[in-house]
T-cell receptor, first 110, second 115 residues
């Protein structure tokens, strides 16, 4: 089992719809969770961080964390073509390391 | 702030040659990380430094890889000799130690091709 798992996609979502990206992790002692966006040929950039169970909203983005289920998700409302990218889930593990998932490729179709 | 600066942006080299990748972290950041990204393996941590001292190099694939941080503003990742399977994008990242929020800022990366 990978430490951080994501569906590689591609996930295709129509413009204006909600995109839902999911991530599961294996280390129950993990405390911090991050979503990075990576455009093709570019470096990852942090878009959301979440530390407590529940939802955290920032503009069109909502991160959801459920530690009991070891599950993190990212919702993107009113999806735009500019949201087309690979989204990397990252987990700060109990071993004091950030582990990245392999990423989900998201495509927003006009 | 100029961000994390990496050089070169692209490197094409022949198998067996030495390759040196360079990184300048954000001023004031105590942590520096070297990552490798490939389609097959995703983003892998190779090594990280805290206050210029290597803390964890368990991700370094082989003895052919070495990394140094002679001062707070400069780090190198060296591959000697290089092999085609080393072809990847190498990212440098830096961060402040701030409890659980170890947020990384990435450089633009070096795309290495070994032929």
């Amino acid at each position: 089992q990978k430490e951080v798992e994501q569906n590689s996609g591609p996930l295709s979502v129509p413009e204006g719809a909600i995109a839902s990206l999911n991530c599961t992790y294996s280390d129950r002692g993990s405390q911090s969770f991050f979503w990075y966006r990576q455009y093709s040929g570019k470096s990852p950039e942090l878009i959301m961080s979440i530390y407590s169970n529940g939802d955290k909203e920032d503009g069109r983005f909502t991160a959801q964390l459920n530690k009991a289920s070891q599950y993190v998700s990212l919702l993107i409302r009113d999806s735009q073509p500019s949201d087309s990218a690979t989204y990397l889930c990252a987990v700060y593990s109990s071993a004091s390391k950030i582990i990245f998932g392999s990423g989900t490729r998201l495509s927003i179709r006009p | 702030d100029a961000g994390v600066i990496q050089s070169p942006r692209h490197e094409v080299t022949e198998m067996g040659q030495e390759v040196t990748l360079r990184c300048k972290p954000i001023s004031g950041h105590d942590y520096l990380f070297w990552y490798r990204q490939t389609m097959m393996r995703g983003l892998e941590l190779l090594i990280y430094f805290n206050n210029n001292v290597p803390i964890d190099d368990s991700g370094m694939p082989e003895d052919r890889f070495s990394a140094k941080m002679p001062n707070a503003s400069f780090s190198t990742l060296k591959i000697q000799p290089s092999e085609p399977r080393d072809s990847a994008v190498y990212f440098c990242a830096s961060s402040l130690e701030s409890g659980r929020a170890n947020i990384r800022t990435f450089g633009s990366g070096t795309r290495l091709t070994v032929v």
